[in-house]
């Protein structure tokens, strides 16, 4: 597909306005209101994040990317409530975040899955905590194991499952808590490019099918507009909301999307964002001079 | 494939092959120098006196000593002593000591109050056990609370920390003056001994456990206690095993002092006694005792503890 007939990234089709519209008289799910995070360190202090504003709406999917170190991390650890802002807060249903709780449910890019339970027994993790009896959250467990397919597996340690395994499971533990919000922190970032297209499949398969709002950190470009609402693209030093782009690509989504022109026109704004054109001082780039002889056995390798 | 790759491990053939070897080579070194006349024998043993009137058959003499007075004699015209290369009474040969493994326990001690080898053993086992289990019931769970919560860290570790320089075996005399002269010092020692690292060790262990795995404890609603008892504990268990057996195997080490202190009892007793006796293959048998006895737990421990923690990736 050519520049000039690529649509602007903005433009909408009707159906796709028609559904904005309709999230945005959903109920609020998540708000973020004026949020900061400084860290100190050796080397002086640091600004993670700089007043980041969001409204979150009930069942929206969510994606953040942006550079490396530009706070994505700092600040899904807020919202779970594992790290505390500096300033500004988080509410979740009003209610203000100030500590981690089941009703944030949070996937992490290593698995974290526990290493001593079966992937029942680290399903059954959260459920036991939240008060059920061992029959309950056995049977719910099961449930879980069988949604994502892995029943063969049920009374498998972690270290007995492929990276694809350990985050379905991740994912089924956070789940069963019935978390009101996923928040999941570059989950696929470990897995190679065929088992992550499985994953995100499964991922939309779950949120169409489930009471949950996600939350999702990558830094995949094709990731994020193949699940996300909205992309909230953040810029380093200090970490701020560069754009907030709803993504005029109409749900449900479905592979064959990654060539239509919404979706090459919303990755074409994203890498303008998230690369801008370089200025060639401050670029770092290889500095190396022909070794090979003129005369080698393969002089050119074109 | 070569024997020196980095990092990469034997292929199994050759790998038996070498842990053989880490025993024979020792072994076979022990034979050379024991078997072999002219490796080393710096004395002679007399089997014939001659003229030389303080010589006695079996004696062990100096070689240059015995030389000389050979000179001496042949020089004077009368009879040369006679006698074959020999090795110090304190390097017993292999078989020597084979036997004494089976002699040791069946020679009857030489004072009916003393104990038999196998008496002496079992308390030696007993103070090691007594003073490393009271050392890991306490010890353990001051470690992992140390480990887990800054402030019991705060409190418990820096007088730990200085403990710990000090060596246990000057503590024998007050073990002795406050405990008696039985097993109770002798049990303190150990526990002095392994309780202040143990500590320290057992904190270390904790503090390493991947925070990301309370971090998800707490997003899935564990609370303090549950992360305590529920990911810290079950988290650490292999580690902590492991800790516990090379610990184990610093309690030996300070069994010597401990047995050296009040009366002198078990395995260390005998060994000074025989000593005195000169009875070094007994020394060397009963040393090694010790050196079986130690692997074979350490042994057992390491099979158990494959089998307890399924979890672990096989290594
Ligand atoms: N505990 C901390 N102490 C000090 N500085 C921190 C801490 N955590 C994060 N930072 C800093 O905050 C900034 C943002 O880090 P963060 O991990 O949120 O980035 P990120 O966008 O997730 O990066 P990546 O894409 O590499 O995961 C970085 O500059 C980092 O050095
Ligand atoms: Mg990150």
Redesign the interface.
């Known amino acids: 597909m050519s520049e000039s007939t690529l649509p602007d990234y903005r433009v909408q089709s009707d159906a796709v306005r028609d559904r904005f519209a309709r999230i945005k008289k959903r109920p609020v799910t998540m708000e973020v209101a004026g949020l900061s995070k400084t860290f100190q360190s050796r080397h002086g202090t640091v600004t993670a994040l700089k007043d980041i504003n969001l409204t979150i709406h009930k069942r929206e999917f969510v994606c953040v990317i942006g550079p490396s170190g530009c706070g994505k991390s700092t600040l899904i650890r807020i919202l779970a409530g594992l790290e505390q802002a500096t300033e500004g807060e988080v509410k979740l249903d009003g209610k203000v975040v100030d500590k981690p709780g089941p009703e944030r449910g949070m996937v992490f890019q290593g698995y974290t899955l526990f290493p001593w339970l079966t992937v029942k027994k680290n399903i059954m993790f959260g459920l036991i905590e939240s008060g059920y009896d061992k029959g309950t959250a056995e049977a719910e467990a099961r449930q879980w194991i069988e949604l994502i397919g892995l029943s063969r597996f049920e009374n498998s340690y972690p270290h007995q499952l492929s990276g694809g395994m350990k985050q379905r499971v991740a994912i089924a533990r956070a789940l069963a808590n019935k978390p009101k919000v996923l928040l999941m922190d570059e989950p696929f970032g470990a897995l190679d490019a065929q088992t992550r297209s499985k994953m995100q499949a499964y991922l939309m398969e779950i949120w169409k099918n489930i009471d949950v709002t996600v939350f999702f950190i990558t830094h995949d470009l094709d990731e994020a507009i193949y699940l996300a609402d909205r992309i909230l693209v953040l810029k380093a030093n200090p970490g701020e909301v560069q754009e907030v782009i709803e993504v005029a690509v109409p749900q449900p989504r479905h592979p064959e999307q990654f060539l239509s022109p919404e979706f090459i026109a919303t990755k074409k704004r994203l890498e303008e964002l998230i690369h801008p054109p370089k200025q060639d001082d401050d670029e770092d780039h290889l500095n190396l001079v022909r070794m090979v002889p003129v005369n080698d056995e393969v002089g050119s390798v074109f | 494939m070569s024997l020196f790759s980095v990092n990469k491990p034997l292929e199994p053939r050759s790998r038996q092959l070498v842990t053989i070897s880490s025993f024979v080579l020792p072994i076979l070194l022990w034979c050379l120098v024991s078997y072999v006349p002219f490796i080393w024998h710096p004395e002679v043993e007399i089997t014939s006196p001659g003229s030389v009137n303080y010589f006695r058959e079996g004696m062990l003499v100096n070689k240059t000593v015995f030389n000389a007075e050979s000179d001496k004699a042949s020089a004077a015209g009368k009879a040369t002593p006679e006698g074959i290369p020999a090795n110090p009474i304190y390097l017993p040969a292999p078989h020597e000591v084979l036997t004494a493994f089976y002699t040791s326990f069946t020679t009857e001690p030489k004072r009916s109050s003393e104990l038999w080898l196998h008496e002496s053993l079992w308390s030696s086992i007993q103070v090691i056990f007594y003073g490393f289990l009271l050392s890991s019931i306490i010890g353990i769970p001051l470690g992992v609370l140390a480990g887990t919560y800054d402030f019991f860290s705060r409190l418990f570790e820096p007088f730990i920390e200085f403990f710990r320089y000090l060596p246990a075996p000057a503590f024998g005399a007050l073990a002795v003056a406050v405990l008696g002269i039985y097993q109770a010092p002798k049990i303190a020692i150990i526990f002095i001994g392994t309780f202040f690292q143990q500590v320290l060790i057992v904190a270390n262990t904790t503090r390493k456990l991947?925070p990301?795995?309370l971090?998800?404890?707490?997003?899935?609603?564990?609370?303090n206690r549950?992360m305590l008892f529920?990911?810290v504990l079950?988290?650490i268990?292999p580690d902590l095993y492991r800790d516990t057996r090379i610990l184990l195997g610093w309690a030996w080490t300070y069994l010597i002092v401990a047995e050296l202190i009040g009366t002198s009892s078990g395995i260390t007793w005998f060994i000074t006694q025989q000593a005195r006796y000169k009875n070094f293959d007994n020394v060397f048998a009963a040393i090694m005792m010790i050196g079986i006895l130690g692997l074979t737990i350490d042994l057992l421990l390491a099979w158990f503890g494959r089998r307890l923690?399924?979890?672990?990736?096989a290594n």
């Open positions: 991947d990301a795995l971090e998800a404890g707490q997003t899935l609603g564990a609370n549950s529920r990911i079950p988290g268990l923690f399924p979890w672990q990736k």
